[in-house]
């Protein structure tokens, strides 16, 4: 679990950084980011605590399978609206 939190942690750091330096293409760098590190870890550290909490390891497997698609799909949309600005040039 602290793998999973200094990870969770370090990516969103590295977000932050990211899109302060590259303003005009934040959405795409918190789509990826979200995608990639945040759907994940920060499930299953959801998962964990809520599996641990209720002492059944299958609730926490069916909150991961329930977040990991939601918030993959979120940073889809973002990652989209982000290559939808960059192509139309809307709010330049």
């Given at each position: 679990m602290?793998?999973?939190i200094i990870v969770l942690v370090l990516s969103i750091a590295i977000g932050i950084v990211l899109s302060r330096k590259y303003?005009?293409?934040?959405?795409?760098?918190?789509?990826?980011?979200t995608m990639l590190s945040i759907a994940p870890f920060f499930s299953w550290i959801v998962a964990i605590l809520l599996?641990?909490?209720?002492?059944?390891?299958?609730?926490?497997?069916?909150?991961m399978w329930l977040m990991v698609p939601i918030l993959?799909?979120?940073?889809?949309?973002?990652?989209g609206?982000?290559?939808y600005k960059k192509v139309t040039g809307e709010n330049l």
């Open positions: 602290p793998f999973a303003e005009n293409r934040a959405l795409i760098i918190w789509g990826l980011i599996a641990v909490s209720v002492g059944d390891g299958f609730a926490g497997v069916a909150v993959f799909f979120i940073g889809v949309g973002m990652l609206a982000g290559v």
